[in-house]
Every structure is written in C-alpha cells, then in structure tokens.
C-alpha cells in the first residue's frame, strides 16, 4: 500500500524553528518529485515547496523562501521540511503529497497520495 | 503567478442531483487542471487531472471538463459521501502551483 506519514509538528513560539518529516513506504521513493502542501485552519490549501528525485531541483512558494528548507534522503525513503523563522501565518496543517507519476517527462505535477497531515502552531 | 477563482464558494444540493463546479484560470493553463475533493479533517484526494482524467477508483460519476481558462467539475448524481469541500489546482505555470479557493457541497 502507497503511504505518506508526517510527523515533526507542534506548537513553536514566533521566531522558532521546526522540521517535519514524511516517511514514504509501498513505492519506489527515488523515482517522485514530492511536495509538502499546507492548509492554515478553515482555510483553503496552498503549495509550499517541491524536489526533484534526486534534490537537485527545489522550489519554493515566496512566502517561504528564505526561511524553508525542503530536502530529501532516497535511502531512508523520507522528505523533509525544515522550517525557520517561523510566523503566527505559517500556523497550519503540512501535507506531504506526491507527484501521481514518476520519470523525468513532465505530465503534470497531480498530488497523489497525501499524507495524513501534522500541525504546526506558531504562537506565544 | 497564476490565480484560481471557483464558483460557487458553496452549494447546497440533494442526493441524487447535478452538482456543477467552475473554476477559472487568469490566464491560459491548456488542460494543466487538477480537482481535489476534500472531507472535514482529512487530506485531499485526487478525483480528476489532466482536466478530464478519471484518477484511478473514482466513481464514475465525477467528470471534468475545460480548457484554456474555463473548467467544470460535475458530479452527475449526488451521493451522501460525496458532501465534502472540492479545490481546483493548476499545473501549467510553476512555482508556484496554485488551488482555488474552495467549493463547498453541503446538504440541502
């Protein structure tokens, strides 16, 4: 079975930092573009951040860049988001999602799967 | 970057109706056009890519439509579980890939 499971969340004060993960299991990690998708609470969803299968290309939405980290290690089938100087407007729910096909020849960057999502809260 | 609007912003229909759902591009996406159907608590689920692409083990009566700018989602005849929130979401210009806003299907 495909699976996505995030951890890493919890409550920050503003300023702070925090790193998620995302653990992949039941596919071959290496081959997918993967990305982590947030979701403020009774709010609509947005991109954060996406990278290669290989890290060699990472982008970012611009209210994170600078202050987000995303990374990946093949051999631990895992995705990372590090998360730095973090604001009360990052408090969200962080998905980690997947490209729906893998390769190299763009077809269309569709999320599927998603993890379950964890919380992250930036409050004092 | 480009901007997804969707209308209605909610709905509220009965089981067994049409529901039709509209999203727009601000500027031309070809058939780069996802659709998510989402349920309160949990994570979004893919229904629809390529604007009219049926993901895997969706039912059949979820279809899309559209190219260029103007894109339906229809769901031919409404089933309780099919009450959620549903977002459009862009794949021709990135970063960033940018969802709608949000339709939201509720009972009449």
């Known amino acids: 079975e495909v699976q996505l499971v995030e951890s890493g969340g919890g409550l920050v004060q503003p300023g702070g930092s925090l790193r998620l993960s995302c653990a992949a299991s039941?596919?071959?990690?290496?081959?997918?573009?993967m990305s982590w998708v947030r979701q403020a609470p009774g709010k609509g969803l947005e991109w954060v951040a996406n990278i290669k299968q290989d890290g060699s290309e990472k982008y970012y939405v611009d209210s994170v860049k600078g202050r987000f980290t995303i990374s990946r290690d093949n051999a631990k089938n895992s995705l990372y988001l590090q998360m730095n100087s973090l604001r009360a407007e990052d408090t969200a729910v962080y998905y980690c999602?997947?490209?729906?096909?893998?390769?190299?020849?763009?077809?269309?960057?569709?999320?599927?799967?998603w993890g379950q999502g964890t919380l992250v809260t930036v409050s004092s | 970057d480009i901007q997804m609007t969707q209308s209605p912003s909610s709905v509220s229909a009965s089981v067994g109706d049409r529901v039709t759902i509209t999203c727009r591009a601000s500027q031309g996406i070809s058939s780069w056009l996802a659709w998510y159907q989402q349920k309160p608590g949990k994570a979004p689920k893919l229904l629809i890519y390529a604007a009219s692409s049926l993901q895997s083990g969706v039912p059949s009566r979820f279809s899309g439509s559209g190219s260029g700018t103007d894109f339906t989602l229809t769901i031919s005849s409404l089933q309780p579980e099919d009450f959620a929130t549903y977002y459009c979401q862009q794949a021709n210009s990135f970063p960033p890939f940018t969802f709608g806003p949000g339709t939201k299907v509720d009972i009449k």
């Open positions: 999602a997947r490209r729906l096909y893998s390769g190299s020849y763009y077809v269309g960057n569709w999320f599927d799967p």
């Open positions: 039941g596919f071959t990690f290496s081959s997918y573009w």
